[in-house]
Structures are given as C-alpha cells and as structure tokens.
C-alpha cells in the first residue's frame, strides 16, 4: 500500500510542534535533518484509521495528493508507514486555518478585496483539481490553509474522489462532506456531479469570509438568498447568489465564476507550468 522505511524516514526528520489535530491523528511540524527544510508530518493512527475509515481512504488520499502540483494545493513529498502509523511528509503551511484568519479579523469578516484574493486562489486550485479528475468533496474553512504569504493551500483530500469512483450513470453517489458546506444536491442520495458540488462549499466559504458566520445551520439547509446582506457589494451578492443555487444544473459552472466580474477584479491567473 505504501513504501515501507518510517524508521528511515523518522530519522530523517526531527519532529517539533503540533500543528492540528484532526480525525486521524496528529500533524506535526518537522525539520529535514538534511536540508533544514521544514515541513508538516500528518501522523495517522493506523488502528484508529483502520477502524474508522477503510485503508482504501487513506490510498486514496495519497493516490490523490501524488496527482496534484498547483500553487494553491498543498504538496505531498513523502509517506512511509510502520505497523501503527502511516506518516505523510506535506509540504509545510504555517499561516493557520483559513478559520483562523476569519476569526482574527477585525470584524470577524474579510474585507471584500482580501476575500476576493483569496477566493480567487482556491477557485483556481479547485479549478485545477476538477481538471485532474479530482473532486475534494470536504472544501471548508478548516480544510484551507494559508501560507505566511497569505496565499491559499487546499489541504485535506481524504474524501476526495477520482474518476474512477463515478458510478456508470457517471456520478458520485456517496453522501459525504461536512453538514455546513455539503450541497443540497449530495443529501439527496441520487447521484451528484461532484464538481458541482464543491462549487457550492466555495460558495460557502466565500459566504463566510465576507460575511463572518455560516449561511444556515447544518439542520437547516434552507433558501438563503434572503440571507445574503444587502450591504455586500452587487457583484459579490449576484456571485453567491449564483453558487449557492441549490439546483446543479442551474448553478454557476467553474469557467462562468471565472468570467464573473465580481471575481475578475484584479484577477492574477496562476499559469502553467507550476
Ligand atoms: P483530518 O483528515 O483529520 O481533518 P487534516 O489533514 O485536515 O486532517 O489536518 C488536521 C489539521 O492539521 C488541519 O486542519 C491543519 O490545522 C493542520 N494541518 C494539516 N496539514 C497541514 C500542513 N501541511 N501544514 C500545516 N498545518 C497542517
Ligand atoms: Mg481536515
């Protein structure tokens, strides 16, 4: 499943503070014995993995990650696993939670101009990621990181889905994500384009940085375009509207968000090569 050698590799690096704690297990910052180049260690817990969620996830994460290189994903360099843990070698991300910079700001909002940024990043790493085939399918505030630079990382791709996990209708079909930012659509358990519905979590997010709390509750997953505050700028609430439209087939396509005005502004497309 993965290479063998965690002894080799724990040598190779000197573990030093808790970074996150998620479902798993523990991330750790580490410093490379060889280099000094730091990175975060995500240590899981093999039998809590193991219990908890099918060994065939955590392939699935890594199978991922080694598909990916984009500015605004986070990197995997390394996994090496021994009998009770599996370690994953990422690239180090040391601003914080995009949570933790919602919560920090002054108003416990974004201003429009930073939120734009920053949604302008993940609409492009996400964007990259439906390009490789690879819908994230837990897009949330927790699950973005953001480096010292300010700039976006995606992170957290353990409930990622690749092509090879479309039914023959050519759809997902397993209700997963987190209550607050999963799309009406996914709760519906008939099949869901999974692209589609990590549109409508950045749609929650977005929601959030410029607004400072949720849409709905997770109990309540109503219409909320009478949510959407009328102070908000025109652009912005006509782009959340258009996410946040509970209907895939009438929700705005990544390529439409793109062209949008609101998101044009000022609008530096990352290109390839990465
Ligand atoms: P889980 O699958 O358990 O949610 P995550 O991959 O989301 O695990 O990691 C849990 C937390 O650890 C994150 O929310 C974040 O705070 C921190 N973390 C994860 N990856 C990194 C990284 N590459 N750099 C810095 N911190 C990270
Ligand atoms: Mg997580």
Same mark, same amino acid.
């Not at 990175?39 to 990916?68: G, N, Y």
């Not at 309540?220 to 652009?235: D, F, H, R, T």
């Given at each position: 499943?993965?290479?063998?050698? /965690? ?19 523990? !991330? ?10 730091? @990175? ?17 996830? $955590? ?9 990916? /290189?984009? =500015? ?10 021994? +009998?009770?843990?599996?370690?994953? !070698? ?20 974004? =201003?429009?101009?930073? /939120?734009?940024?920053? @949604? ?13 085939? !690879? ?13 010292? +630079?300010?700039?976006?990382? $995606? ?6 889905? &690749? *092509? #090879?996990? &479309? ?11 987190? *209550?607050?930012? $999963? /799309? *009406? ?10 692209? &589609? ?10 929601? !959030? ?14 219409? &909320?375009?009478?949510?959407? %505050? ?12 258009? $996410? ?19 998101? #044009?502004?000022?609008?530096? %497309? ?5």
């Amino acid at each position: 499943m993965v290479s063998d050698g /965690a002894r080799g590799l724990l040598g190779a690096y000197e573990l030093g503070r808790t970074l996150g704690e998620g479902n798993f297990g523990k !991330v750790k910052q580490a410093r490379h014995r060889g280099s000094g180049g730091q @990175f975060a260690v995500k240590i899981m817990e093999r039998a809590r993995v193991l219990s908890q969620r099918a060994d065939e996830q $955590i392939c699935r994460e890594i199978a991922t990650l080694k598909l990916l /290189a984009h =500015p605004n994903v986070v990197r995997l360099h390394e996994v090496a696993a021994s +009998k009770t843990k599996i370690y994953m !070698v990422l690239e180090l991300v040391n601003g914080g939670e995009l949570l933790d910079r919602i919560q920090a700001a002054s108003e416990g909002k974004l =201003p429009e101009q930073e /939120a734009r940024r920053l @949604f302008q990043q993940l609409v492009d790493g996400v964007s990259y990621c439906h390009e490789k085939g !690879v819908c994230h399918r837990d897009l949330k505030l927790e699950n973005v990181l953001v480096d010292r +630079k300010g700039n976006i990382k $995606i992170s957290d791709f353990g409930l990622s889905a &690749l *092509p #090879q996990h &479309l039914g023959n209708d050519g759809l997902l079909h397993t209700t997963c994500g987190s *209550p607050n930012y $999963i /799309a *009406p659509e996914v709760l519906q358990n008939r099949g869901y384009d999974g692209s &589609l519905s990590d549109i409508w979590s950045c749609g929650v997010i977005l929601y !959030v940085m410029l607004v400072g709390h949720l849409p709905f509750d997770d109990r309540n997953i109503v219409v &909320l375009y009478q949510k959407i %505050p009328e102070w908000l700028s025109p652009g912005a609430r006509n782009l959340l509207r258009r $996410i946040l439209e509970p209907d895939p087939a009438e929700r705005i396509a990544m390529a439409e968000i793109k062209a949008h005005p609101w998101f #044009q502004e000022h609008y530096v %497309p990352v290109l390839p090569p990465y």
